[in-house]
């Protein structure tokens, strides 16, 4: 699972290299639509997309045709031994209804939480994203639990006995630190390259801070960007193979505490550079840091997936997984929302502070279930 799971987050490291290669390439043909034309120089991992160059941007969805179809082909012929574990699928046809069906549901209330979410035009703009995510969740299970119909029923059900265990939580708060860190930074560290290092910061005439001229010392984004992503994936199974000498809690702890220190130096580069005019030479320290928390991230991502194959018996490991999962990919969206909100009220460095406060209570939790004397679960 481990290396499964590793090798899978690489996915967001293709995903920064191919996108811009395929944009700027008519690889469908007539089939592919019409290109567009880049309006300014962009930056990438192998050189620079001048201006006036012809984009299909649509590309960027249609690429993944060619390696979804014939693994969808694969999987057709290849996973064909999943009965053992699910009784009474039904034909195939039948068990694709019956996800899709389960599926539709799950898009009912995410549609509802984004157009309460989302501001107007495009929503109503009631509600934070606070209240909007756990009203996602929420929804989501409860839809799902009484939508269910036949051996589908029983099975939802055998997996919502996960949220009966106490252990469930607290895992799910660790892999938020680990997974979600992961997810959360490789949305949020392009976002925080070009608003912190894309703009000189200079004082106007009554010597107050302006944040609006471009920096034509400004790093490339996708130059840079895919760094944090990779070495995040790399070391993923390094960490489940530590974990299963060690124990998976001791390698929490100690990644936890990494994170917290990374994050608040993270936060003091950020707040150093949003008050430069000359930004672009607190970047190299600014890089380096979040690849610290990138490879503390992956290292915990081994170490949490080994504490939750211990903790719980072959019933509830793979609902607890999907869960974690789950929940922990919701920092693709807060990390970003949060470190955007920072950097317009001009204190970026709060975001990262605010991460390290979160950091440090699960490096507490962590200890409190699973280190400490007399704890239930020894480091497992």
Known sequence: LGLNAGLGNFGVTTMQVVIPLVMTVGIFGGFGGEPMTLLKDSGWIFGKIAAGTQTWIQNAGFAWLLSLVPLSILCWFGMNNLKTVTPDSGHPIVAFAKITWLYTLAFIPSILGLYLYLPAPTGLGLISMWVAIPLDIVSALLIMKFAAFGPMKENVAKQFAIFGNKH?????ALYIVTFGSFIGFSMALPLSMKVIFGVSHVPDANGVMQHTLNNPNAPSVLAYAW???????????????????????????????????????????????????TPE??????????????????????????????????????????????????????APVVIGAQVKAGTPEYSMYGFAAFYAVCLVLNWWFYLRSGSEIKNP
Do not use: C, E
């Open 168 to 172: 469930t939580w607290s895992m799910t």
């Open 227 to 277: 760094i944090g992503p990779f070495v995040g994936a790399a070391v993923r199974p390094i960490g489940g193979w530590i974990s299963d000498k060690v124990g998976g809690s001791i390698v929490t702890q100690v990644i936890s505490a990494v994170m917290v220190a990374a994050s608040v130096a993270v936060g003091y580069v950020m707040m150093q550079a949003y008050g430069s005019a």
């Open 281 to 334: 030479q607190f970047f190299p320290m600014f890089i380096g840091l979040f690849i610290v928390l990138f490879f503390a991230s992956g290292i915990g991502n081994g170490s949490t997936f080994r504490t939750i194959g211990v903790i719980f018996d072959r019933q509830q490991a793979g609902p607890v997984l999907g869960w974690t999962s789950a929940a922990a990919a919701y920092g693709a969206f807060i």
